[in-house]
């Protein structure tokens, strides 16, 4: 067994439900003969065929439309978005179409949307995008962010295997890192929707978090812990809906102060509605403000310095925990 | 051919079903209990009617807001026509969306929404799912003029005949976009000539013929059928309502409704088939009787049927976990399947009617033959 980068593990799941289920395919720009812009797809067309991983034209309405008519007629679509920046182009298909489909005629539309999301590569306001408030705000699609190897995997699977339209968001940062290669189980496993993990346990505080944070999140922990003390608990979301309401109020209710962090921007996003139901749920057990940690409310820059001002980072959550830990 | 298939004397009767149902529904609308908008199809019914006979067993269509023709045709229940006006909580959305946006994917009926043209990237996806279970069944997607404006006509027409998808598209050219008419929406004459840009063919014809409507649209079928790809033909109609009853529509000149309505498709059927002998002055009675009778039945049903619980306004966002059917193979209706029965209700969809409306009883010997 070798272990496999985040990137091979969308791959090993995209090709394994593939082989188990007949009915599910892939659709999207260059995900055939080319194997993706990143590679994701690689290999794929030459096992299942130009009928199963199509490359599509450059029309995102078409790619989602198209995953939409074809989940209603009981196939489970794989639509890629090269960049999930690209998404917007589609957006109705999604938002009206997809996401309102069972609640109105009661047909199922089993679906996932994928693309390669969030910064930190240099791709400037087009191609950095962190789109899950958007969609987080939407009733009917479920939106997972798996930030580990093996999460990439379990969780594509079960999105795969879903009965609703599932918004995955794998970060391309992750793609390739080296300290994030696994070896994964040989049998078939998923990671339900759903359900949220504690990646670091600790008793000081509650670090809410998802996607790449999760890993400048435990840098942080760990400095707190060397340099200041403090036991500190990293909750790994992984899904943003449905989210895991269960283990978040369970952790917080026992650390009594919660840091929220994301790399998309601040108002509005996830944060916001963390920050508002724990105020709803814990007001009493709370030692300290909600906090939060977030890019700030601007465009994704280009330019390394702007966007080092601009992405979250350990540092940044390790001053904002400092100051959360002094209450 | 299909066009023999064809029984012109159903057609004549669901084109009379359509607009008598239309015309009760704005009834009901004027004395306020429709609850919100009613869009009609008035005018287009040689088109919608005309396209949609053509069909067989298991093909689809994607109909949008003034294809009640096509939802009739294909079998759809005027019951649940009504109770979707009426906003009742056993129509097919259980009163949770309006119009015509309903649907049954068993029997090849997709609900559509108010973003028009968005549907039709939802047909490639049908069709593409044809094509790839080796389904021999089409889809037809019609639109109207305004929609042939939007970005997923484009990508929907561009991405079928990259793909020879088995898709025949309808445009129901009925001169307005609301109010905005058509030489501000396009600046070709043709709308078929985008067809041509996409590779595929496309014709225009005068919409308000049922007899034109049915040879051209035959030959389009037919060229789907035989794995060629897409066609596209360009229905020219008029919309004699406003957009909705709502719209009094002052915007268009008198002069080119008056020229219209003497276009009247069912007019015309009716002049055509009198003269051939095919509609007597007592099968037009019987037809008449007919219309009347389902028409009232299905507003006693609405009117009857209970209104929806405000308790369940959040209930069933997400569908139930479970094994999903491929719409169109062998034993896609067993209940083990998610989408075999509507889950929210437990029974089938009810958008088709139990029995299709026919009028087989009236039709003589050969009378479809041409």
Known sequence: ?327 | MQLERANLLQIYYLMRLTRVVEDRTRTLFLQGRVVGGVYTGQGHEATTVGAAILLRDGDFIVPQHRDLGMHLTRGGSPRAVMCQWLARGNAPTLGRDGTLHIGDMHHGIVPSISMLGESLPLACGIALTMKMRKHDTIVMAPCGDGATNTGPFHEALNFASVQKLPIVFIIENNGYAYSTPTYKQFAIENLSNRAKAYGMPGESIDGNDVLQVLESVGRAIEHVRSGNGPTLVECKTFRVRGHSEADKADYVPPELREEWLKKDPIKRFEAYLTQENILTEAIQGEIEAKVKSIVEDAVRFAEQSPAPDGATVADYVFAPDGPIAIIGEPGADDPRYVNALDRRTGKPYNTVAEEPSTVSQFTPEEVGKR
């Open chain 1, 1 to 327: 067994m070798t272990a496999v980068t985040y990137l091979e593990a969308i791959g090993q799941a995209i090709r394994e439900e593939m082989r188990r289920d007949e009915a599910v395919f892939l659709l999207g720009e260059d995900v055939g003969t080319y194997g993706g812009a990143f590679k994701v797809s690689a290999g794929l067309m030459e096992e299942f065929g130009s009928e199963r991983v199509i490359d599509t034209p450059m029309a995102e309405a078409a790619i989602i439309g198209s995953a939409v008519g074809a989940a209603i007629m009981g196939m489970r679509p794989i639509a890629e978005m090269q960049f999930i920046d690209f998404i917007t182009c589609g957006f109705d298909q999604i938002v009206n179409m997809a996401s309102k489909f069972y609640w109105r005629s009661g047909i199922p539309a089993p679906m996932v949307i994928r693309g390669p999301s969030g910064g930190g590569v240099k791709g400037g306001p087009f191609h950095s995008a962190s789109p899950e408030a958007w969609f987080f705000h939407v009733p009917g699609i479920k939106v997972v962010v798996p930030s580990t190897t093996y999460d990439a995997k379990g969780l594509l699977k079960a999105a795969i295997r879903d009965n609703n339209p599932v918004l995955y968001l794998e970060h391309k940062l992750l793609y390739r890192l080296p300290e994030l290669r696994e070896e994964l189980p040989e049998e078939d496993y998923t990671v339900p929707l759903g359900k949220a993990i504690t990646r670091r346990a600790g008793e000081d505080m509650t670090i809410l978090t998802y996607g790449a944070m999760v890993h400048q999140c435990l840098k942080a922990a760990q400095t707190l812990e060397q340099e200041d003390d403090l036991d500190v608990e990293v909750v790994d979301l992984r899904s943003l809906m449905p989210l895991d309401r269960e283990a978040i109020l369970e952790s917080v209710k026992r650390t009594n102060k919660v840091l929220i962090v994301h790399e998309d921007t601040l108002t509005g996003g996830i944060g916001a509605e963390l920050a508002a139901m724990l105020a709803e749920d814990l007001f009493e057990y709370l030692d300290g403000p909600i906090t939060r940690v977030a890019a700030p409310d601007a465009p994704f820059p280009y330019a390394p310095p702007l966007e080092e001002a601009y992405l979250p980072n350990a540092e940044k959550i390790l001053a904002a925990a400092r100051k959360l830990a002094a209450y």
